[in-house]
């Protein structure tokens, strides 16, 4: 994630050299690529949002950079349960943010902040998310939104009642590929999709969250084991439930909630829909024995009204796509990797020669001059294809909408209810994984069934 860490004016340079130069062929025309929304010019000090962390662990601290990178918060002050990474918060604020160690209720507090930036592991989304919310605080909260399905509702009314904004932190809906893709499938010109295939893969220790732990972490010291804890199942302290918490169900849902919410985001984004009516799922620990609870592969199958998505992920193999989805449709594929959109046509032919060749050859004559049989079983697309890569990074994008729906009041494109959808499906994943079912989705109840 380094090489995504952007200045501000790295992020303009490059989502303006996207504006110049990325595309793709519509029907043998140009179309091009607009460039992912260039964040707005700085704001001025009295225009900015005054800006608390909560967590600034690897990834509190990749949004602290992109909040710089913004120009539209003044980073007050960072919450964190481990001194290391307030020292780091320091360092990369030039010394200017204050740092809280373990007080969050102390951060929301403070009057002078208006909006909290939360990105602690999962299982204190929910409690931050409602403190936040009843102190007045508008929230962005890193994904996956809810730990269990019952949270979101829960949320979701406390924006409402406070009238508080919330963006979630699925960024990749943001980027002006993603948008693009959306554009693409409601035009319709990749025809009916039926099904998306979508994958996250890796192969190292470290892709299967064996994250280095840091040598002077010490319980009483410069950590607080208990706060980190919160009002999950009581445990001895543990560096490596700390450092390594998405191999535990306690404070994570592992591969689903880590990878597959974020696929998940963009297909509901993409595809214009809610929820999944079904989804079945199998797995298992397969590579990483190390004492982990969650599976390191898993496979899913998702049932949505008019098409399905085939969802998979391991962490023995990344030969295929990293990080991929592929929209197939009747027309043509269109397929997203990180920073890439490429479009292929589909070349209808129609296969007659296979079942006539045991016709006499007269009447197979005569079937060929028939219509338009000839010209059917030559393959045939309605399009060209085309590629478009587009590195600009969609965290600052992501983060300047929030910062402006802080100041207008209005809702943000991932909010409490996208949050919501986006993590139950995933959620779904692991109660068929765990129970060996398939589950169903009711939308009437908001509940999911074994
Ligand atoms: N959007 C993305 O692409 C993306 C990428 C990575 C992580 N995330 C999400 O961000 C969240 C954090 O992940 P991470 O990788 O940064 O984990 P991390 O362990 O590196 O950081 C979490 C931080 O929260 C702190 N913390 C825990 N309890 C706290 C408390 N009570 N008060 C204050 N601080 C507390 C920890 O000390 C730690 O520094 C997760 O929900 C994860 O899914 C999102």
């Known amino acids: 994630m380094a090489d995504k860490m952007l200045t501000r004016r790295d992020f303009i340079r490059r989502s303006a050299a996207g504006a110049a130069g990325a595309g793709y062929f519509l029907n043998g025309k140009w179309v091009p690529l607009e460039a992912a929304p260039v964040v707005p010019k700085p704001a001025s000090p009295a225009d900015r949002v005054n800006l608390a962390f909560i967590g600034v662990g690897i990834r509190g601290h990749i949004l602290t950079n992109a909040a710089i990178a913004t120009g539209q918060a003044n980073l007050v002050v960072a919450c964190d349960t481990y001194q290391g990474h307030l020292d780091r918060s320091k360092e990369t604020t030039d010394g200017k943010i204050d740092t809280c160690f373990c007080q969050y209720k102390s951060v929301l507090d403070r009057k002078d902040i208006d909006a909290v930036i939360i ?21 962005y909260i890193e994904k996956p939104m809810t730990h269990r399905i019952e949270d979101g509702p829960k949320m979701i009314e406390a924006a409402k009642r406070y009238n508080r904004v919330v963006q979630v932190g699925s960024q990749g809906r943001s980027s002006a590929l993603q948008k693009k893709a959306r554009e693409i499938v409601a ?49 001895p302290f543990d560096p490596e439930r700390v450092f390594r918490y998405r191999k535990y169900w306690d404070y994570s849902g592992g591969i689903t909630t880590d990878l597959f919410v974020h696929l998940i985001t963009s297909i509901h984004f993409i595809m214009d829909v809610k929820m999944p009516c079904s989804v079945v799922a199998t797995g298992g620990i397969l590579r990483w024995k190390d004492g982990r609870e969650v599976p390191d592969t898993l496979d899913a199958l998702f049932e949505y009204d008019g098409f399905n998505i085939n969802m998979a992920s391991t962490f023995n193999n990344a030969s295929t796509a990293e990080q991929g989805m592929q929209f197939l449709g009747t027309d043509g594929s269109l397929v997203l990797g990180g920073s890439s959109l490429s479009l292929s046509p589909e070349k209808h032919r129609e296969g007659y020669q296979y079942s006539i060749d045991s016709w006499p050859k007269a009447l197979q004559e005569q079937f060929w001059n028939e219509g338009e049989h000839r010209a059917e079983s030559k393959p045939n697309a309605k399009w060209e294809g085309s590629n478009v890569t587009d590195e600009a990074d969609a965290v600052p994008v992501h ?25 139950s499906a995933g959620h779904m994943v692991n109660i068929s994984y765990r129970a060996g079912k398939k589950v169903s989705w009711d939308m009437a109840s908001g509940e999911a069934k074994v």
């Open 187 to 235: 035009s319709g010109q990749v025809g009916q999709i039926t099904k998306i295939v979508a994958s996250y893969n890796r192969n190292s220790s470290t892709g299967a969250w064996n994250y280095p732990i840091p040598p002077d972490l010490r319980d009483g010291v410069n950590f607080n084991w208990k706060e980190w804890l919160g009002s999950a199942p009581e445990h």
């Open 119 to 139: 990105a602690t592991p999962d299982h204190w989304h929910l409690p931050m998310v409602l403190d936040a919310l009843a102190a007045g605080k508008d929230v």
């Open 399 to 423: 983060m300047a909408e929030f910062f402006e729906c802080v100041r207008s009041r209005k809702e943000c494109s991932e909010n409490a209810e996208v949050g919501h959808y986006a993590a």
